[in-house]
T-cell receptor, first 114, second 107 residues
């Protein structure tokens, strides 16, 4: 079984530019989550998709962040325009259950905004 | 108050010793508790989940949960150099994470 795949693994962009991160969950996993870890801080929840619907987006920091999951398969997270404080590692996770664990994480995308 | 707090590291233990990791959480109605291991530059990997008060053992790992004290711990027995990693405590579904404790096992 292929794991959760994230692309790109690293991205360096200038302040004000746009970046799009992609996550391919494990096939058949309806639940997809985005998390972010900024330097020295804990991994923070951003949002949760169930299939193509946003179940919980309470962790999205502001309207510069837009997540989509058209068709309920892969998801994208766009940051536009990027700010310095957006730098960090963005993790995606998927699960075939809503509760009780079973979360598999991708290797993350390290975003650096300069 | 942070939602999930872990004992500050880093934690250095000799090979063969017991590594003890602690975690407290603020949400009294939490029902799901997890320990993840993260090697440098890699994704978090689930190593233990616990849902009921008491101990849960899996190989060299033991998770302990005390809901009254809002406390969950992880013991690593017979620590090996390959256990050197950051250990993340997570609570609830979807999980809320602590900042992690970095463990180094000295050969």
């Amino acid at each position: 079984e292929a794991g959760v795949t994230q692309f790109p693994s690293h991205s360096v962009i200038e302040k004000g530019q746009t970046v799009t991160l992609r996550c391919d969950p494990i096939s058949g996993h309806d639940n997809l989550y985005w998390y972010r870890r900024v330097m020295g801080k804990e991994i923070k929840f951003l949002l949760h998709f169930v299939k193509e619907s946003k179940q919980d987006e309470s962790g999205m920091p502001n309207n510069r962040f837009l997540a989509e999951r058209t068709g309920g398969t892969y998801s994208t997270l766009k940051v536009q325009p990027a700010e310095l404080e957006d730098s960090g590692v963005y993790f995606c996770a998927s699960s075939n259950r809503v509760a009780g664990g079973g979360y598999t994480f991708g290797s993350g995308t390290r975003l650096t905004v300069v | 108050q942070k939602e999930v707090e872990q004992n500050s590291g880093p934690l250095s233990v000799p090979e063969g010793a017991i590594a003890s990791l602690n975690c407290t959480y603020s949400d009294r109605v939490s029902q799901s508790f997890f320990w993840y291991r993260q090697y440098s530059g890699k994704s978090p990997e689930l190593i233990m989940s616990i849902y009921s008060n008491g101990d849960k053992e899996d190989g060299r790992f033991t998770a302990q949960l005390n809901k009254a004290s809002q406390y969950v711990s992880l013991l690593i027995r017979d620590s090996q150099p390959s256990d050197s990693a950051t250990y993340l405590c997570a609570v609830n579904s979807p999980p809320s994470f602590g900042a992690g404790t970095t463990v180094t096992v000295r050969a």
